[in-house]
Every structure is written in C-alpha cells, then in structure tokens.
C-alpha cells in the first residue's frame, strides 16, 4: 500500500541516496532548455538549427527515463504532481524550456510539501496519505486541461 498510495513519511536514507543520484541528471537537463526549444518547432528545423537531433533524442530518452524512473521508486504516485504542474506553468509562464524545466521542479516540490502539510492536519484522528491529497488536488486540474485541449481542438 505504501507505493500505491505514496508517501514521504517513511522516507529512508537509501532514498536520498537516489535523490542525489538523480541531481546531476536534473541539472544536466535544466541545461538542455535551449536544444528542446529547437525541438519543439520540429526535427527538420531542429537540425537547420545545428541539433544533432539523433543524438539529443537518444540523450533526452535516456535521462527522462532514469529521473522518471528514480522519482516512481522513491516517491510512488505522489509523483503525479509531475502530470500537473509543468502543463499548468506552460499555460502560466510561456513555453520557453529553459526556465520552464527549473520551475516545474521547484514548484511540483512546493506543491508535494503543502501537500503532505494538508494530508497530515485535514483530518485530527488519522493522517492520510499524500498521495490521496496529490491525486486530490491534481485530477480536477488535469481533468479541466483535457476537456480545454478537446473544446480547442474541436
């Protein structure tokens, strides 16, 4: 139950360990803000641009996959956060990924600790686990991004 309903309250020292890991990882990738922006005007454009477009792919696939798959290890499903946040701050800021990658880390974080503050106090006898409240506060949201990217589209 603990990976299905996520929590930071048992959180190990192996964990951090994890965490560590991942921070060049992160770092590296907040870097790479300015070869996503190329990307996301399209390959052919990316490699007029000078990407080498095979290579960051491969790159980006690579680190996403470990930070996602270190984030599901340590965290469960409070990572969900991770659906919400940046597609809210895109709307919010712009699209321009090197300040766009930073803030979604800094605000998913902020978020997932006024999270676990909430699932602790809402209730006086139990303490409900932070995932319940993660997947509280983000499924209406993402629910109302999709039904607003299918009346656009429409």
């Known amino acids: 139950m603990y ?3 996520g929590s930071v309250g048992g959180v190990s020292w192996y964990q ?3 965490t560590i890991l991942m921070m060049p990882i992160s770092v590296w ?3 790479q803000g300015r070869v996503l922006d190329k990307l996301m005007v399209g ?3 990316a490699k007029q641009l000078g990407v080498d477009v095979n290579r960051a792919r491969w790159q980006l696939i690579l680190c996403v996959s470990l930070l996602v798959g270190g984030s599901v290890a340590s965290g469960g499903v409070i990572c969900f ?4 946040v940046p597609h809210l ?14 803030l979604s880390a800094v605000t998913g974080a902020t978020l997932l600790v006024i999270s676990d503050i909430l699932a602790r ?3 006086d006898s139990a303490e409900l686990p932070v995932g319940v ?3 509280t506060i983000g499924a209406p949201i993402f629910i109302w991004m999709l039904v607003k990217s299918h009346d656009s589209s429409s």
């Open 43 to 45: 390959e052919v454009h």
């Open 81 to 84: 956060v991770g659906l919400v």
């Open 29 to 31: 990738l907040c870097l």
């Open 16 to 18: 951090h360990v994890l």
């Open 133 to 135: 409240m993660t997947t």
């Open 121 to 123: 106090v809402v209730l």
């Open 3 to 5: 990976w299905l309903m």
């Open 89 to 102: 701050l895109r709307l919010a800021v712009g699209t321009e990924n090197r300040y766009l990658l930073p």
